[in-house]
């Protein structure tokens, strides 16, 4: 028999059992959209991972100190002194207090204060809606003053003009001086400035007991000096806690790379899981075309008696088999594919060649699948004997 007569019965014996066939299908059907789905959000995650860092500037460093005690605080007035060297532009030391009590007339909300100065908001390529930010004369009178992010005030204030109130954060009150610009997401790791409150870092050292500095964020002239900013840090804070542990310097560079390896990694294994779907659905169709097999019995002893060779039969249910399982894997990928353009984060013109690369792969493999485990039923089928066809079901 020529091929597509092959292909044009294992068609009609795909429409006259469609309950079946679906439900045979649907194993190859998750694996390949899964894989898709994986796939796009993958690379949509990671890019938007490199667009959020980005958009931080590529001459960031960021310290954070784990050590605790005397011996691994920073002092203020010490890290700002190091602005003097040609290879830091700009230093921000920033010190948290997540979760606080924000009250402003009878709204309360948890949000999280960030004790920083005039440097941050820069750094962190923020903008001002409204007011002003934190000043140096702020850290130097220790101002209880407050710029709220986006968010905070749009929960507190809605579209009034916040500028001049007064809100009580853990029980210490600060005078509004500012709104932020709403930044957006914030994949990169950093602080949301949308979702937090910015005041004075010797204000609130002082207001909330917290303590020594944690974080600090420095910036190089160039990308090019990057590297000597980086070593002169490291040198410094060696020296300072007479050790070389019990704190981290990092770049953006590394910072991101970090964060995309760990979401490729975590792709990946998904990934495979998603492939061992693949599989699963490739002993589904096995199954099923084992029972196919023994209930056309009768079907395959007549064929034989009239003529038919082994050949014939089992290119018949090899066919048969390799056709359910490369409709699942059309089917996959549309799904995939729909799913896909849903996830906010991707970018049809950067990653459709990848999708449809990786479309075109998963549904090979579905073919395949269908192929390797189908085998064995058409094996078992071209066996036969036209005795069989004597056979009562």
Same mark, same amino acid.
């Given at each position: 028999? %020529?091929? $597509? ?26 694996? #390949? ?14 890019? @938007? ?15 954070? #100190? ?19 060297? +040609?290879?830091?532009?700009?230093? @921000? +030391? ?41 000043? +140096? @004369?702020? !850290? ?19 579209? !009034?003009?916040? !500028? ?58 160039? %990308? ?17 806690? %007479? ?30 899981? @998603? ?57 996959? !990928? ?13 970018? +049809? ?19 395949? #699948? ?13 066996? $036969? ?9």
């Amino acid at each position: 028999m %020529k091929l $597509l007569e092959l292909i044009s019965m294992a068609l009609r014996t795909v429409v006259n059992n469609p309950m079946r066939t679906l439900l045979t299908m649907l194993g190859v059907i998750i694996g #390949v959209s899964s894989v898709v789905t994986l796939v796009a959000i993958g690379q949509g995650t990671s890019a @938007a991972i490199e667009k959020q860092y980005e958009s931080l500037g590529t001459n960031l460093i960021v310290v954070n #100190v784990m050590g605790t005690g005397r011996a691994t605080q920073l002092d203020y007035n010490d890290l700002m002194q190091l602005e003097q060297l +040609p290879e830091i532009q700009t230093i @921000a +030391p920033t010190i948290v207090k997540g979760s606080s009590n924000i009250k402003y007339d009878r709204t309360q909300e948890k949000y999280t204060v960030v004790g920083t100065n005039e440097n941050y908001l820069p750094l962190m390529k923020g903008e001002v809606a409204s007011g002003r930010f934190i000043s +140096p @004369a702020d !850290l130097e009178f220790r101002n209880q003053v407050a710029v709220l992010g986006s968010n905070v005030a749009k929960k507190y204030f809605g579209t !009034l003009d916040p !500028l001049g109130e007064d809100v009580n954060i853990d029980g210490v009150v600060f005078t509004i001086a500012g709104v932020l610009k709403e930044k957006g997401s914030n994949i990169g790791g950093n602080i949301s400035l949308d979702d937090s409150v910015f005041v004075p870092l010797v204000t609130a050292q002082r207001a909330f007991k917290l303590g020594s500095i944690r974080t600090t964020y420095l910036e190089a002239p160039t %990308k090019e000096q990057l590297p000597t900013a980086q070593a002169t840090i490291t040198q410094y804070l060696t020296y300072k806690f %007479k050790s070389d542990s019990g704190f981290q310097v990092s770049n953006q560079d590394e910072l991101m790379k970090a964060r995309v390896a760990a979401s490729s990694s975590l792709n990946n294994q998904l990934i495979s899981v @998603a492939c061992i779907s693949l599989l699963v659905g490739g002993i589904g169709i096995m199954n099923i075309m084992l029972v196919t097999v023994s209930e056309r019995t009768r079907e395959i002893g007549i064929r034989k008696s009239i003529g038919a060779k082994r050949r014939n039969i089992l290119m018949q249910f090899l066919i048969e088999a390799t056709v359910i399982s490369g409709l699942g894997g059309i089917i996959g !990928l549309l799904l995939g594919s729909g799913l896909a353009l849903a996830w906010p984060h991707f970018n +049809p013109k950067q990653e459709t060649q990848l999708s449809f690369q990786v479309g075109l792969y998963s549904f090979l493999f579905s073919v395949g #699948v269908g192929m390797i485990f189908g085998l064995y039923p058409a094996n078992k089928a071209s066996k $036969l004997r036209p005795i069989d066809a004597l056979r009562t079901d």
